[in-house]
């Protein structure tokens, strides 16, 4: 099954904690501190795999989780860390925030590799905080939690080409006779209900990817039948071939309708329109002479477009139409494709200050900000020496000047996490 876009959650491993440590050795009295740290968390990959052409595998499961980064041990062992989380993504993947909006990668090339959610740094052991002035530290910190995210995948096709054109008038047997590809075909409209992809060879090692996009209709740039859904899978083709009914077997005239499914194109996106364009005049063995065929043709010979009568059913005129596209294709640079950036600011969002002071009540105060929660993340709390850390870490970022800054007085109450303590001037 094709599937263009999906949204699942993300979230790097948990760093590992550090642990509280003593040397106890045979005819050694008072061993100091050997506490190791913890290993850091794996982090979450995507990697672009030229053999995917899908996101299939991640419409059910909505949480990925790289692996744990081990605790520390005695002795300074370091714990080992978390191995990374790599999902596999087909080329033309782009990344974004499902929440925010921001586009976070564009992922084309083979191999080519993106972190989407960091691992947590591993909490260091008690020997890294011995010192002069502290020879029996008794605390370690705890590891730092991986990254969370909601993240949104779409795929946007990677083809060399695509056919266009309304629904019905035979792109899904074109590239049947071309591809290997196969393609659900019968006759009535909307057929093909995802793009299909195709690999035409045409031996001495040469060969480009055809791609069936779903039949367009009037009013597509606007989401009318499938819509932009679809519209959105030709911006990477380099040529389009536009496929029409010539024999007007349902009652449209097919210059009128190359004129519409061209100002869906220009509608869509201007720079589309542009795209180099050759025409294909499908069904030519139901017409009982040449005359349609020549009045269509002069007409978009007159506009610029080369014209090739075929007939898909019977292969009729295909081998000339498939070798002037790979000629074309030969002659065209690969265009890098811009991608637009979706950025969606909240509208609450400012930035994160360090240490940050909110009032709750009358005489409670709360203490906030970034640094405030990395350092307890990394505090045990159940561990009292760790405790009085964090406050000594606090103190040195200016906690006590900036609580004396918003006019606290003795007697009022200060929390921090799960601790509070009685405000004195």
Known sequence: MFLDEVEFTVKGGDGGDGVVSFRREKYIDKGGPDGGDGGDGGSVILRVDEGLSTLSDYRYQKFREAEKGSNGGGSNMRGRNGNDLVLRVPPGTIVYDADTGELLADLVEKDQEFVVAQGGKGGRGNARFKKSTRQVPRFAEKGLAGETRKIRLELKLLADVGLVGFPNVGKSTLISVVSEARPKIASYHFTTLTPVLGVVNLGDYSSFVMADIPGLIEGAHQGVGLGIDFLKHVERTRLLVHVLDISGIEGRDPLEDFNLINNELEQYNEELAQRLQIVALNKI????????????????????????????????????????????????????????????????????????????????YEVTGRLVEETMQKTDFNNEAAVKRMLRVLQHHGLYDILKEHNLRDGDTVQIGPISFEYLE
């Open 285 to 364: 063995d139901m017409l009982p002479d040449e005359e349609e065929i020549k009045r269509v043709s002069a007409e978009l010979n007159k506009m610029g477009y080369e014209t090739y009568p075929i007939s898909a059913a019977t292969k009729k005129g295909i081998k000339e139409l498939i070798y002037r596209v790979a000629e074309i294709l030969d002659e065209l640079p690969i265009p890098e494709t811009p991608v637009e950036e979706k950025v969606v600011i909240r509208p609450d969002f400012t930035e994160e200050k360090d240490i940050e002071i909110k009032r709750l009540d009358a005489d409670l």
